[in-house]
C-alpha cells in the first residue's frame, strides 16, 4: 500500500524548511518509526520517521530542496521487504557517474579507478544498471597482475606541495546559522542597543549551594542545585520591579508583560537557541534546574521543538560556561534586555578596608535604550547584583 510522506505542518513563524538529510534510499527496508528524513528550519530540526514498516518506493524532494508545510516529500510502500543484501549496493550505486565512454561507476569506485589507473571497460559490473561499485574494482586489482598498473598511462606529476599550505573549505550556511545571523544583525541595527555592568561577588551563593547542595538533591529526587535557578529567581524578582525590562515594542506601542518568561541561551552544534521557561514567578530552584538540564540535553540531541522557543519577554546566557570573563550580549528582539553572567574568578577586593579574595563575576544587561532609561538598567542590575549577594532577600521579597 503507498502511503504519501510528507513534510511536518510548520507553525506560522516558519514559511518554509529545507530537506537535510535522507537517511533511507529508494528500495532499501525500513522499520517502523525509523528515523528516515531531517527537515531543517530556521529554528530546529524535525525529523520524520517511517509510519509502518517497508520501503520507500520514491523521493519526490532531494537533499537541499525547499519544502512548505505538509507538502509530498516522498512515497513509502508499506509491506515492502527491500533485500538486506542489496541496500549496500544500492547505497554504493546511488550517485552514479561516467568513469568513462559509457562504462558507469559510483564515485568511490571511479576515484578508486583513477587511483590505480585501471581501464574501466575491462572491470565486471555487478551494482544495478551495470554500475562499477567499489568492490568490482578491489576484485579486479586482486585479480590483475602485479604488472599491470605499470603498463597504464603515467599520470602527470603533481606539483610538490609547499610546507604550511593554506587550505580553505568553503561550507554553505544551514537555514538555522542563516536565521541567527539575520536575526542578530537586525537586533543590533534596529535597536538602540546599550550595555550596562556591574560585578557580583558570588561566595553567599556558592555558600548556600555548598551547604545545601546534598540535601537539596536528595529531597529532590536527584536535582542538582545550580548557579542558573538562583539567576532566574533574582532576574524574574527584578523584572517584577522594572516592569519596563519585561516590556517589548509593537510598532508605537510598549506591550507591558504581565508575566516573566525567560529564556536560557543553549549552545548546540547547529548554533545558539533560546528555550524559554514559562511563568518563572510560580517555578521553584528545583524547577528551573530541572528544566535547564532538560533543555541543554534536548538542545545537544537537536530534540528541541518550536513550541519550546517560542515567545519569551527576557534572556539570560551563560557565556562563562566558555570561559568568558566579559561580554556585551546581543538582544533577542522583541525582547528589550538580556542578561550576561561570565566565568566567576577570584579577585582581590576591597571589604570593610580590608583586602579579600572573593569568587566575583561580571554581570552585563545589554536594554533597548527606545524603552529602557538608563537609570532603570542600572537599578535593574545592582537589584539583581543585592539579591544574590544575599539570597535571603528572594525567599523575604525586599
Known amino acids: 500500500m503507498a502511503i504519501e510522506i510528507k513534510a511536518p505542518q510548520f507553525p506560522e513563524s516558519v514559511a518554509d524548511g529545507t530537506v537535510a538529510t535522507w537517511y533511507k534510499k529508494v528500495g532499501e527496508s525500513v522499520s517502523r518509526d525509523e528515523l528516515i528524513v531531517d527537515i531543517e528550519t530556521d529554528k530546529v530540526v524535525l525529523e520524520i520517521v517511517a509510519p509502518e514498516d517497508g520501503v520507500i518506493s520514491e523521493i519526490i524532494k532531494g537533499e537541499g530542496d525547499t519544502v512548505l508545510s505538509e507538502e509530498l516529500i516522498a512515497f513509502f510502500e508499506a509491506g515492502a521487504a527491500g533485500s538486506a543484501a542489496s541496500a549496500p549496493a544500492a547505497e554504493e550505486a546511488a550517485p552514479v557517474a561516467e568513469a568513462s565512454g559509457d562504462v558507469k561507476a559510483s564515485p568511490a569506485a571511479r576515484q578508486m579507478i583513477e587511483e590505480k589507473g585501471l581501464d574501466a571497460s575491462k572491470i565486471a559490473a555487478s551494482g544495478k544498471g551495470g554500475v562499477i561499485t567499489k568492490e568490482?574494482?578491489?576484485?579486479?586489482?586482486?585479480?590483475?597482475?602485479?604488472?599491470?598498473?605499470?603498463?597504464?598511462?603515467?599520470?602527470?606529476?603533481?606539483?610538490?606541495?609547499?610546507?604550511?599550505?593554506?587550505?580553505?573549505?568553503?561550507?554553505?550556511?544551514?537555514?538555522?546559522?542563516?536565521?541567527?545571523?539575520?536575526?542578530?544583525?537586525?537586533?543590533?541595527?534596529?535597536?538602540?542597543?546599550?550595555?550596562?555592568?556591574?560585578?557580583?561577588?558570588?561566595?553567599?551563593?556558592?555558600?548556600?549551594?555548598?551547604?545545601?547542595?546534598?540535601?537539596?538533591?536528595?529531597?529532590?529526587?536527584?536535582?542538582?542545585?545550580?548557579?542558573?535557578?538562583?539567576?532566574?529567581?533574582?532576574?524574574?524578582?527584578?523584572?517584577?520591579?522594572f516592569p519596563a525590562v519585561n516590556a517589548s515594542i509593537d510598532g508605537n506601542d510598549i506591550v507591558y508583560h504581565g508575566y516573566q518568561d525567560i529564556g536560557i541561551a543553549v549552545s548546540t552544534e547547529k548554533g545558539l537557541v533560546v528555550p524559554i521557561l514559562?511563568?518563572?514567578?510560580?517555578?521553584?530552584?528545583?524547577?528551573?534546574?530541572?528544566?535547564?538540564?532538560?533543555?541543554?540535553?534536548?538542545?545537544?540531541?537537536?530534540?528541541?521543538?518550536?513550541?519550546?522557543?517560542?515567545?519569551?519577554?527576557?534572556?539570560?546566557?551563560?557565556?562563562g560556561v566558555f570561559g568568558s570573563l566579559m561580554s556585551t550580549p546581543i538582544l533577542n528582539p522583541p525582547q528589550s534586555a538580556i542578561l550576561g553572567m561570565h566565568k566567576i574568578q577570584e579577585r582581590p577586593m576591597a571589604v570593610n578596608g580590608k583586602v579579600e579574595i572573593l569568587p566575583m563575576m561580571y554581570l552585563a544587561l545589554s536594554y533597548d535604550h527606545r524603552l529602557i532609561d538608563g537609570k532603570d538598567s542600572v537599578q535593574f542590575l545592582v537589584t539583581i547584583k543585592e539579591l544574590l549577594e544575599d539570597p535571603a532577600r528572594i525567599l523575604l521579597d525586599v
Open 136 to 241: 568490482d574494482v578491489v576484485a579486479a586489482v586482486s585479480n590483475a597482475p602485479a604488472a599491470a598498473p605499470k603498463a597504464a598511462p603515467a599520470a602527470p606529476v603533481a606539483p610538490a606541495i609547499p610546507a604550511g599550505e593554506r587550505v580553505e573549505k568553503r561550507v554553505q550556511m544551514t537555514r538555522m546559522r542563516a536565521r541567527i545571523a539575520e536575526r542578530l544583525l537586525d537586533a543590533k541595527q534596529s535597536t538602540a542597543m546599550l550595555t550596562t555592568f556591574n560585578e557580583v561577588n558570588m561566595k553567599p551563593v556558592m555558600d548556600l549551594r555548598n551547604q545545601y547542595k546534598d540535601l537539596f538533591e536528595k529531597t529532590h529526587n536527584g536535582t542538582r542545585l545550580g548557579f542558573m535557578g538562583f539567576f532566574v529567581k533574582a532576574a524574574t524578582e527584578a523584572l517584577k520591579r
Open 278 to 319: 514559562r511563568d518563572t514567578d510560580n517555578m521553584g530552584l528545583a524547577d528551573i534546574e530541572n528544566k535547564v538540564r532538560e533543555y541543554g540535553l534536548k538542545g545537544r540531541d537537536g530534540k528541541l521543538t518550536i513550541e519550546e522557543m517560542q515567545g519569551g519577554t527576557f534572556t539570560i546566557t551563560n557565556g
